[in-house]
């Protein structure tokens, strides 16, 4: 979880930094050892967030030829996701039907625990994804004040990390604007209230949907299904697929819930 965080947080700095090692010889070499190094350690235990971030960023210089062509693309506009009448972002662990990575963790980022290869009594498939918020204000804190932040929340990125800061991400994230809800199913350990949402990721290369649609669900210890509503919502350019938040007041004692078969459709 840390190397995720430190990737994102140090993406933007790095990526500028090795761009401009890019224009010149120099770089091309130093970068083509590095995609040695990085393909070295894909048979290790490397953290798989870090590793990602590293070779979607080396990528470009695999092949010098289409490295301009790759530049390019980073404009283009965002993915259509039209196809298909359900558009997952979970549905098991390591399902190639999912979209978006868990990547934003905000507030008291120390309170947080995700398991996405939860097995225990899934709502499908194998696997949920198993939250656990401890309501102890742990650090690390990302929150706009001294913390404790006293609350936490995790966002659904694509790709991993983006806030809508960095431009060199600009065109990235899914077109969902033939999709109208969002489904999911959530259970809790107890009788808890968890607000979920959708886009609200407001910065420059942010949300199309800058206003995020969201609910707060009543989680009961049984499956259930909740739907967030996203008619006349613009969704041309959605970075924050899906977001879960909740804090101490709600849950002084901290809580775990799940969720499963979290995906965009059509009605
Ligand atoms: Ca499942």
């Given at each position: 979880m840390y190397?995720?965080?430190?990737?994102?947080?140090?993406?933007?700095?790095?990526?500028k930094r090795f761009s401009a090692k890019l224009r010149t010889v120099a770089g091309l070499i130093l970068a083509a050892v590095n995609v040695a190094i990085v393909a070295g350690c894909a048979s290790e235990t490397q953290?798989?967030?870090?590793?990602?971030?590293?070779t979607q960023i080396l990528s470009p210089v695999t092949n010098t030829i289409q490295f301009p062509v790759l530049i390019a693309s980073k404009t283009q506009a965002p993915s259509a996701a039209t196809t298909k009448t359900k558009f997952y972002i979970y549905q098991d662990t390591s399902s190639p039907n999912n979209h978006y990575k868990p990547t934003g963790y905000m507030g008291d980022v120390g309170d947080i625990q995700m398991n996405e290869a939860f097995e225990d009594n899934p709502h499908?498939?194998?696997?949920s994804i198993q939250v656990v918020y401890q309501a102890q204000g742990n650090s690390p804190n990302i929150c706009e004040y001294s913390p404790p932040c006293k609350w936490?929340?995790?966002?659904?990125?694509?790709?991993?990390?983006?806030?809508?800061?960095d431009k060199g991400l600009q065109g990235e994230g899914f077109d969902l604007s033939s999709y109208n809800r969002l489904v999911f199913w959530a259970k809790a350990e107890k009788n808890t209230k968890i607000e979920f949402k959708v886009g609200g990721i407001n910065k420059p290369y942010g949300d199309s949907l800058t206003d995020p649609r969201?609910?707060?669900a009543n989680l009961t210890q049984g499956w259930q299904?909740?739907?967030?509503?996203?008619?006349?919502?613009?969704l041309k350019h959605i970075i924050g697929g899906?977001?879960?938040a909740t804090n101490q007041n709600d849950n002084p004692n901290g809580v775990t819930f799940y969720l499963d078969d979290i995906r965009f459709e059509k009605k």
């Open positions: 190397l995720a965080i430190l990737s994102a947080i140090q993406h933007s700095e790095f990526e953290s798989s967030a870090l590793l990602a971030s590293k499908s498939g194998k696997t936490a929340g995790v966002y659904w990125q694509q790709p991993r990390g983006n806030w809508g800061t969201s609910i707060k299904k909740f739907e967030i509503d996203l008619k006349e919502a613009d899906f977001a879960w």
